[in-house]
């Protein structure tokens, strides 16, 4: 019990002595170490890092989950270290409310038909946007957290106990400027020679001691300032390690965002042949129900902004092809089997996904097979001629990975 108050009782004394110089240096009154240019500018980077990953991080999970309640419950979920319970998307809900209308009107009439076909399309999207969300929680949001609880709290912490040395260290060198200046004011006055005819000369005795009393005091002061000294510079060097590792978190971050950019590619561009081939159903049965209605295009009903480059357009975002008339008028009634490939410029290509030819123009692909494209004077340039085998045929570029 003696020894935990004695600690007790030197723990609130060191807190009281960092607490008078912090105050002491808030209004001015005390000399503060500065520390070097370069640390500044590893503790400011570390900052910003630590103040922008919050941002991106919560952001990010607005964007996989938009609704705040949802959010909320998965976060109490984690921190009770429980698993998440699986949650149906709006995709998947749609589709649900789709099927059981089309059950309920008629799943044989031309509107509950269709209404089946959106419903498997919406059905397949919830599917797809779960596993983005999924493969982006793990890839993306993961590591960025674990930052956040993880290496930057270690900062953290080696930070507080940098503050907390250098405090001590200020206060060692005041309390060493104080004695030596008491120190020389007793020794000025031990330097008069007293008249010993006084019947009381204490008083020159007494300023004798004091002059050897802060001399002590002063040996003291020194030594405490030497090990408050080493004790700073030693977690001065602990903390720039770990500030200059946040060079290293940047890395990590840099591998997780092109993790995140191809699970958000995969995401999109599933659901785009989803909707493709839905669009494809619709068509064919929508031409069936009103005969003469030209279904097949999907150019947009006005025509794009003159300040908007074609080359600008494609980059930004694909044309979806049309499913009745792919090619223009100028290569309508172009022959593939009289086309030769050209001496230079064909490539390899990989098929990403099953694609069903609209008419004899096209060729039909497999996903995952190897075929040979090359593209000719004034095509469309989202279509490509490809060729396997003995057939040929034009190939939508979305649907194909170019290797050589």
């Not at 005795?205 to 090990?227: P, T």
């Not at 494609?314 to 001496?343: F, I, K, Q, R």
Request: glycine share 6%.
């Amino acid at each position: 019990m003696d020894f935990n108050m004695k600690k007790l009782a030197s723990d609130a004394g060191i807190f009281f002595t960092r607490a008078v110089q912090f105050t002491e240096e808030k209004f001015g009154q005390a000399e503060k170490t500065e520390l070097d240019a370069h640390f500044e500018n590893l503790l400011a980077r570390a900052d910003s890092t630590k103040s922008w990953t919050e941002k991106i991080l919560r952001q990010t999970e607005v964007l996989l989950q938009p609704n705040p309640s949802a959010r909320v419950e998965e976060f109490l979920y984690e921190k009770l270290d429980r698993k998440v319970p699986s949650r149906v998307t709006n995709g998947e809900l749609l589709a649900q409310y789709m099927a059981e209308a089309a059950g309920e009107l008629g799943p044989t009439t031309p509107y509950g038909k269709t209404l089946l076909k959106v419903s498997e399309a919406e059905k397949r999207l919830g599917a797809a946007e779960r596993d983005f969300i999924h493969t982006a929680s793990l890839s993306f949001l993961t590591p960025l957290r674990n930052f956040l609880e993880g290496d930057w709290r270690t900062i953290s912490k080696e930070r507080r106990l940098l503050q907390n040395r250098r405090l001590d260290l200020d206060a060692c060198k005041a309390r060493l400027k104080k004695a030596k200046a008491a120190e020389a004011k007793a020794t000025c006055e031990g330097d008069t020679v007293p008249d010993f005819q006084e019947t009381r000369p204490r008083n020159y005795i007494l300023s004798a001691s004091a002059s050897a009393l802060w001399n002590d005091e002063v040996d003291k002061a020194e030594q405490e300032l030497r090990v408050a000294q080493t004790e700073f510079d030693r977690q001065a060097e602990v903390t720039r390690l770990l500030l200059e590792g946040i060079s290293s978190t940047h890395v990590n971050h840099l591998r997780c965002l092109h993790e995140f950019v191809k699970s958000q590619t995969t995401y999109y561009a599933q659901c785009y042949r989803h909707m493709l081939d839905l669009q494809k159903q619709l068509g064919s049965s929508q031409g069936a129900i009103f005969p003469g209605t030209f279904v097949g295009t999907t150019e947009p009903a006005s025509p794009p902004l003159s300040s908007t480059s074609p080359t600008t357009a494609a980059a930004t975002m694909p044309v979806v092809p049309s499913v009745a008339g792919l090619a223009p008028p100028g290569e309508a009634a172009l022959c593939l089997e009289e086309v030769a490939p050209p001496a230079s410029g064909t490539r390899k290509a990989r098929v990403l996904y099953d694609y069903e030819a609209a008419d004899s123009s096209e060729l039909a692909l497999l996903a995952d097979e190897l075929i040979t494209v090359y593209s000719l004077p004034g095509m469309d340039p989202d279509w490509l001629i490809g060729e396997r085998g003995n057939k040929k045929g034009k190939v939508p570029v979305t649907y194909l990975e170019l290797l050589s």
